[in-house]
């Protein structure tokens, strides 16, 4: 998934998406980088989401 694909998935603009990786500790679904470009597996995206939904 692209960053804009996991933006709209969570309802987020892109730009949270890099505040949250730009934090002490990262926060949000974790990315590996293609490239120059981060990309997201779905089904690690989709865990995220149900971590957050039990917390």
Do not use: S
């Not at 998935?9 to 730009?22: E, K, P």
């Not at 679904?29 to 490239?35: S, T």
Request: proline share 7%; aromatic share 12%; net charge positive.
């Amino acid at each position: 998934m692209t960053i804009e694909d996991v933006a709209e998935t969570l309802g987020v603009a892109v730009q949270t998406i890099y505040q949250w990786r730009a934090r002490a500790v990262p926060y949000g679904p974790p990315a590996f980088k293609v490239g120059k470009y981060l990309r997201w597996k779905p089904e690690v995206v989709e865990a995220w989401i149900g971590a957050q939904a039990t917390n």
